[in-house]
């Protein structure tokens, strides 16, 4: 036996001691041992290596992976067989229990047993002998079929389990009882010998055996001249009781009312309508597998809809009450802009204390909060309002639900103190410490950190207690609505910020224990969305999820949902949202829920990857659903590399291959270098950064041209609405391919949309670095300034300018920075500051925080940069790429022909020009046509019978024949000239030829050309 000995000096006053071994990087058993319960006095045990130098000590034994310690030297040989720590076994119908067991008669020359067992006072302990201290002990049935194929589909990742089953005789009230008690499986030989042991996930029969269709949280009810009913499920509780309070903190409960369990584990209790406006939690007596005991849980409601500062109480509300309502409410919907179309749909993303924060033109008590939007002739709102009037549809609000990371005591809030920040260099590390040091003592947070998902968060009220921030939250979204634009609040179902018995940000992991986080293999809470994965494959999760998007679209009347790492929610949620929106009508519920827009992160990864606990909401998936994914494949493509490669990869917006950096210059030396080790070569080109006549030179920028040509197929694909079956010709070989039959670098297919709608096209968003850090970052340091601003606009235009959802990150068309910062949710208001008067971009305020630049280079590689003046953008360059921005948003609303709806018509209509061995590298040219009467084609546009957008990023001008478009008169779009926006040329004459199909293309620019209908010239 191999034995490890560490010795632990404690502090004065020290009463536990935290333990944490590990094998690698694998957590190994973990304790905390309570010294109280240790020998006394001291001397009473000590190390077998103690000198007599050496004070005694008491001595405790771990053995590896086993959750508990030993107060004398364990015998190995004795220990019990298996481990009630571990949740190996799975209850998961209301009679199959799989268990990742294959112990047979012929191991052991008789017949196995399988019991379970359960103890109401979690009682159960392991021994030498097997499980002991059971109430109750029930035999199981080896059923040689296995897993039910029910259980196998909702389970997938227990598929090839043994299969035990529970007698179905078994009274369905004691296995009610056996699900609120500690439970264990045990396996044994007929004559007695312990085999194995461990404890039960129970989420699948609890979705069997206690599925809750009625009414949960408060309600009013109208029985008896008015009662306000409240009700919790908890079924694996053996007591709850509601908690009354007259006040919102501090105070003791004024009345404890016994809750009572119905047959499916609700559990409810009615009182008087005094009990509006007061506050309550719930003390859940329950059995708690984190820490393997019986536990007495004080939690709120997962169901609130009113809470107490920092989500301490619930309060009892009712939201339909009119002083909740600013004026106008119930007729909303009329004030909402017209959306015909999904394909109409066009985001902007913005956080909402970023809105107001540092707008001098909000009134100080209300910047930074919901009110901050009622103010129509801010800056900000301003600036909003000229978007929409540009035909800019959806403003998304980043996390806006109750979440924990900020306290919602603003008495609390500290602040950097700006005056002094201002003084230190650009490229200081003052910055970032003074904002270190705040940082969780600060107003600020990204906010992916739910606590309650059903209520809007307090530290964005003018009074966190209370229902203010239901009234504010609610005037917010009717004055966004009055700008034009509709809401979009970004949801967070994929983890809880918080689980276990004791946290006070533990709501759910305190009502049901262990039921709606997701567990591997062991009962260890999943981590890989960050941490606390909840599993919306249980059918409870699922409801609550549903019907908490229900209420935010009915009772707040948003306008559609961001939903975070939605691929960690499993597809049929998404789909029974989808159908739960479609099913509200103006008439019933006052919205129309089939315009409500869905979106979000489909990422594929941790245990949810390739559907892995089932089919999952991921972006391959999604084809055919209509909800929309992020598409990552054309941000890589546009920007470079990816959020987890060299920050200085470059794309075909930031130079790739046409103004390379320096780190794709040795990139390239490295490729000539294994070209000559491969070939024999001794040449060196002269000419080799042009390309030269051979040998390394073109060896590299053959390999250059193949990159540049594989992410403009990549862009290409995006701007067709990233449709799977789309075919095009392809830009890097000029053959038909289509959008799945492109893969990315780690072999993903590129597209995966049935519909444009189905695809979000960005560059930016609020991870990572913002659009203008990025070119900052890529650019060649000979890049010249104006050159970089045009690098910004080219990547605007590819996204505004194709097909599917466009995105932009809020401030990207104000060349915002964030001083390089990648991560910028803990960073204050500081490196998150939004100018909306464009008189900065907050370039060169300090280094970025330090623990977020491992990932993105150092500060050595970051200093140069930021102290660079001439780096930081003018405010004649903010001010014309805001122009710029509303330029390409009016062009694209200008023309159903941007805006195509389904595969069929992009199919017809929309072609890709510049495609071959022979193309222009570093060029887009996408043809969109309409049909008329001389055409099969249905007839969309009434003022353009075609329009061809190019997009260029090669720094000189060139002149293009493209033969297919001989004889089209295409100018300039009107609105491009009207915004001043047409690039300059330095050819004479038109920008097409009709005669001889001759294109200038102009330099580092996007340039719209339409072909008027007859009527129209």
């Avoid at 601003?789 to 959802?805: F, H, I, P, S």
């Avoid at 493209?962 to 920008?991: D, I, N």
Wanted: proline fraction near 6%; hydrophobic fraction near 35%.
């Amino acid at each position: 036996m191999g034995c490890v000995e560490w010795r632990v000096r404690l502090k004065a006053g020290a009463r536990t001691v935290n333990v944490l071994p590990h094998r690698g990087d694998w957590k190994d058993c973990t304790w905390t041992i309570d010294l109280a319960t240790l020998p006394s006095p001291l001397s009473s045990t000590s190390s077998s290596s103690s000198s007599p130098r050496t004070p005694p000590c008491p001595t405790v034994w771990l053995v590896s992976d086993r959750q508990h310690f030993f107060l004398h030297r364990p015998n190995l040989s004795r220990l019990p067989k298996g481990s009630l720590d571990l949740f190996k076994a799975h209850w998961v119908s209301a009679d199959e229990i799989a268990v990742n067991w294959d112990y047979s008669e012929s191991d052991y020359g008789e017949e196995i047993l399988f019991l379970l067992h359960a103890s109401d006072s979690a009682s159960l302990s392991l021994t030498e002998n097997g499980v002991q201290g059971a109430d109750s002990v029930i035999p199981l049935t080896l059923d040689p079929a296995g897993l039910s194929s029910a259980v196998r589909l909702k389970f997938p990742h227990l598929a090839s389990f043994t299969c035990l089953r529970v007698s179905t005789s078994t009274p369905i009230p004691h296995l009610h009882r056996l699900l609120s008690s500690q439970t264990a499986l045990s396996c044994s030989s007929a004559s007695g010998t312990p085999i194995d042991a461990t404890s039960l996930q129970l989420a699948g029969a609890l979705d069997a055996l206690c599925l809750y269709e009625g009414p949960l949280g408060v309600h009013m009810e109208a029985q008896g001249g008015g009662t306000v009913g409240i009700r919790v499920w908890a079924p694996t509780a053996q007591e709850v009781t509601l908690l009354l309070f007259d006040q919102p903190h501090a105070s003791p409960p004024v009345e404890r009312v016994p809750m009572e369990r119905g047959s499916e584990g609700q559990w409810s209790a009615q009182g008087p309508m005094a009990w509006r406006g007061m506050y309550y939690q719930y003390e859940i007596r329950v059995f708690h597998p984190s820490t393997n005991r019986m536990e007495t849980c004080v939690a709120t409601d997962p169901y609130s809809r009113g809470l107490s500062a920092n989500g301490e109480r619930s309060l009892v509300v009712d939201l339909s009450d009119a002083s909740l309502a600013p004026p106008d409410w119930s007729s909303l919907h009329h004030q909402k802009s017209p959306l015909q179309s999904f394909s109409d749909v066009s985001i902007y993303e913005l956080h909402i204390r970023d809105f107001s924060a540092s707008d001098p033109s909000v009134p100080e008590p209300h910047r930074g909060t919901y009110l901050a939007f009622t103010h129509p002739h801010s800056q900000g709102a301003q600036h909003l309002a000229q978007l929409s009037a540009s035909g800019l549809s959806h403003l998304h609000l980043l996390p806006s639900y109750d979440f924990g990371s900020v306290n919602e005591d603003k008495s609390t809030w500290q602040a950097v103190d700006e005056a002094s920040l201002r003084l230190a260099p650009p490229d200081s590390d003052r910055q970032q410490a003074a904002v270190a040091a705040v940082k969780d003592a600060d107003a600020y947070n990204w906010g992916y950190d739910p606590v309650h998902w059903g209520v809007p968060d307090g530290s964005y009220a003018t009074h966190a207690d209370g229902a203010a921030r239901t009234l504010e939250f609610r005037s917010m979204v009717q004055a966004v609505n009055a700008l034009g634009l509709r809401v979009v609040v970004d949801v967070v179902y994929n983890h809880l910020y918080a689980s276990g018995p004791h946290s006070p940000f533990s709501v759910l992991d305190k009502v049901v224990p262990g039921y709606y986080v997701r567990r591997d293999g062991e009962g260890r809470v999943e981590s890989s969305a960050c941490c606390n994965n909840t599993a919306s494959e249980h059918a409870m999760v699922e409801r609550l999820i549903v019907d908490d998007v229900l209420m935010w679209a009915t009772q707040y009347k948003v306008d559609g949902f961001r939903f975070d790492l939605m691929g960690h929610l499993m597809k049929h949620t998404m789909l029974r949202i989808r159908t739960a929106l479609d099913s509200l009508t103006i008439e019933e519920h006052g919205v129309d829920g089939k315009s409500i827009y869905l979106y979000g992160e489909g990422w594929d990864f941790g245990e949810v990857e390739n559907n892995g606990r089932g089919v999952n909401a991921a972006q391959q998936n999604l084809h055919g659903t209509g909800i929309g994914s992020f598409n990552d494949r054309f941000r890589d493509a546009v920007i470079g590399g990816s959020p987890f490669g060299h920050p200085q990869q470059q794309g075909f917006a930031t130079g790739l291959m046409l103004m390379p950096n320096e780190y794709e210059e040795s990139e390239r030396q490295y490729r000539s270098y294994i070209y000559d080790s491969s070939s024999g070569s001794s040449s060196s080109s002269g000419e080799e950064g042009e390309g030269g006549s051979g040998g390394e030179g073109e060896a590299s920028v053959v390999w250059w041209r193949q990159r540049l040509g594989e992410s403009v197929d990549v862009i290409q694909a995006g701007m067709a609405g990233n449709l799977r079956d789309f075919a095009f010709a392809s830009h890097a070989t000029g053959n038909q391919v289509t959008g799945g039959q492109l893969y990315t670098f780690g072999g993903s297919p590129v597209a995966y949309a049935a519909s444009p709608h189905e695809s979000v096209t960005y560059v930016s968003a609020h991870d990572n670095e913002t659009l203008f850090d990025i070119v900052t970052i890529k650019a060649a340091a000979a890049v010249a300034p104006q050159q970089r601003v045009a690098m910004n606009r080219v990547a605007m235009a590819v996204v505004a300018w194709g097909q599917g959802v466009p995105f932009i990150h809020a401030g990207d068309d104000l060349l915002r920075s964030k001083s390089l910062d990648r991560d910028s949710y803990n960073s204050g208001d500081w490196f998150n500051r939004l100018d909306w008067s464009g008189a900065t971009s907050n370039f060169g305020v300090g280094l970025p925080p330090h623990e977020r630049t491992a990932t993105n280079g150092t500060w050595a590689g970051m200093r140069p940069l930021l102290a660079n003046q001439s780096l930081r953008p003018t405010s004649a360059d903010i001010t014309a790429t805001s122009h710029y921005l509303r330029m390409l948003l009016a062009v694209r609303y200008s023309s159903p022909l941007f805006r195509l709806p389904s595969l069929e018509l992009v199919q017809e209509r929309v072609q890709f020009l510049n495609a071959g061995p022979a193309a222009l590298p570093g060029v887009i040219v996408m043809s969109v046509a309409d049909g008329d009467s001389d055409s099969p084609m249905a007839q969309l546009d009434h003022r353009y019978r075609s329009l061809v957008v190019v997009i260029s990023m090669h720094p000189q001008p060139f002149l293009l024949h493209l033969p297919s478009l001989v004889g089209r008169t295409l100018v300039p779009h009107p609105l491009q000239e009207e915004h001043g926006m047409v690039p300059s040329h330095a050819h004479v004459g038109p920008w097409f030829q009709a005669d001889t199909a001759m294109l200038t293309v102009p330099p580092l620019a996007a340039l719209t050309l339409v072909e008027p209908r007859t009527e129209m010239r």
